[in-house]
């Protein structure tokens, strides 16, 4: 398995930009389905961003396509999350997670979780 730490959560005004990144330890991180996935306060959790293994592949949530991009760095086993043309609705805590053999989105498919870092939007 993988450690996972994110790092680069903060306030920023509504339109502009965050990049939250997660770094993993562990000499398979090349093997994982990387996710972002993040939690709003008073919601459940819900899945934001996946890429798979090579990074030739991405998947995202309807909201958030065409403002946030997922990517990774196998070389540095890092996981990023650019997000611009924040709302305020993107408040949340964001966390990483991780899985191997699986191509959804699932949460109870997560083999890994970070603590999390929170993105504060204000309007």
């Known amino acids: 398995q993988v450690q996972l730490v994110e790092s680069g959560g903060g306030l920023v005004q509504a339109g502009g930009s965050l990049r939250v990144s997660c770094a993993a330890s562990g000499r398979t991180f090349s093997s994982y389905t990387m996710y972002w996935f993040r939690q709003a306060p008073g919601k459940e959790r819900e899945f934001v961003a996946s890429?798979?293994?090579?990074?030739?592949?991405?998947s995202y949530r309807w909201s958030v396509k065409g403002r946030f991009t997922i990517s990774r760095d196998n070389a540095k086993n890092m996981v990023s999350l650019q997000m611009n043309s924040l709302r305020t609705e993107d408040t949340a805590v964001y966390y990483c997670a991780a899985a191997q053999n699986y191509g959804g989105t699932s949460q109870d498919a997560m083999c890994c979780w970070g603590k999390g870092t929170l993105v504060t939007v204000s309007s």
């Open positions: 890429i798979n293994w090579s990074g030739g592949g991405t």
